[in-house]
């Protein structure tokens, strides 16, 4: 109500009452208590009219409010929304302070400007459940049920439902703890698995370029190959595409799956070898008179993995099902031409050792990869005939030389090949130049070492 109006009614009204009074003698009696009465109305009127409250959390002004109500509605609503996003409890610490104020309409702060006063002021919280392992907090989820279906998620991973298992438990100390977090820290369970399975929610890919394999990747990013081939475990190296996408992430699990499983395989039992002497061969030269066969035997073992690796393995039974039979083998005594094969061997090129003789990527890696720029010379590690020069499969350009002493190498993925078959090379001699030909991740030299027929681990003979 406006003052002039308020004004003119109590005016009229004064009016009214004197004229009645007055006609009874009482006029002055009357008007005394009615201008009393009417003082202290108005006097109320007004000031209940001009109260407001100045709103503060932590000692800083949110805004002024009419009635305290007024802003327990926006926080009412603005926790109902938030409960409603994250489908759990809402909660803050702040304490809201109301002092009493006189204000005029104008004065009073717009319910969209409180709103976002008190979301910048306000610490909104929400009831979760966190994982801890070893009492840190790896990831923070809005329900209970959550975290159990996060964590039975991550050991899934690592278990093969055909399979029986004695024991699946976590390496770490695993807990959940129901705590109070900030809305930001709060995970979705396809958040929490990720954290949890590669130690980080960083998402980095990289487009594959024209020319570029595994090995080039690697380099140019700091990784190793082994390290790409983590990153990207359903890729196949050996078929890349021009801008397919991979991973630079390698994972490093938050958590350690631990399996105990018993498995029951069967073994080789290797054979011994017999040797006898003939001067029918050349001093060094072996062959083979009766070949030999490896056993078998069963195995019961307890075995223990960690994420999928095998870190133990103990026997339980063992039963041999087949003996294996001696080799006999002749052994040379006749003194070699001078053009035999003997001493050290040269490295077959310059270059960097990339992959080891043994197992890899689940298969035995049959000799040793030197990587080295395309071009760059290869050469015969010792003394010999050319017995293959040409294309010889997943070898790609392929040399192979017999150097005597029952002694076999091999140089792969060859470029461009120098020697042909039935040519005799010298130690040092340039063969072919690196390539990667056949089924290669980059350009470099795969160098093999059989004697007597058996591969054998090339850095006995070459070092790196």
Known sequence: ?????????????????????NQKGNGKIYIGLLMATLIIGITVFFYMNGVGYIVKIDGKEVGIVRNKEDLNKIVDALETSLKEKYNTDIVFDERIIFESTKARDEELSKPENLEKNLQKFLDFKVKAYSIKVDNKIIAS??????????????????????????????????????????????????????????GTEKEELYEVQEGENFWTIAEKNKLSVDDLMIANPSIDPEKLQIKQKIS????????????V??????????????????????????????????????????VV???????????????????????????????????????????????????????????????????AKTGTPVKAVTTGIVIFSGWKGNYGNCVI?????????????????????????TKGQVISLVGSTGNTTGPHVHFEVKKNGVLVNPLKYVKY
């Open 401 to 425: 030389i017999n150097n005597g002493n029952g002694i076999q190498t091999l140089y792969a993925h060859n470029n461009k090949l120098l020697v042909k078959k039935g040519e005799k090379v």
């Open 1 to 21: 109500m406006k003052s002039e109006e308020c004004s003119r009614n109590i005016r009229d009204r004064f009016s009214k009452y004197y004229s009645r009074f």
């Open 141 to 198: 989820l809005p329900k209970k049920e959550d975290t159990k279906k996060v964590l039975e998620a991550v050991k899934k991973v690592y278990v093969d439902e055909k399979k029986e298992y004695d024991k699946i438990y976590f390496v770490e100390k695993v807990k959940v703890d129901e705590i109070k977090v900030a809305t930001n820290q709060l995970k979705t369970y396809e958040d929490a698995i990720k954290i949890i399975s590669q």
């Open 261 to 302: 499983e018993k498995e029951k395989y069967e073994e080789d039992i290797p054979y011994e070898s017999k040797f006898e002497e003939t001067n029918r061969l050349y001093k060094g030269d072996k062959k083979i008179k009766a070949k030999g066969q490896v056993g078998k035997k069963e195995i019961l073992a307890e």
């Open 248 to 259: 630079l992430v390698v994972a490093k699990p938050l958590l350690t799956v631990a399996t």
């Open 305 to 371: 993995r960690y994420n999928g690796t095998e870190i133990s393995k103990k026997t339980l039974e063992e039963k041999v099902v087949k003996k294996p039979k001696t080799e006999i083998v002749l052994k040379g005594t006749k003194i070699p031409p001078p053009d035999k094969s003997t001493g050290a061997f040269n490295n077959p090129t310059r270059g960097v050792l990339t992959s080891r003789f043994g197992p890899r990527w689940g298969k035995t890696h049959r000799g040793v990869d030197i990587a």
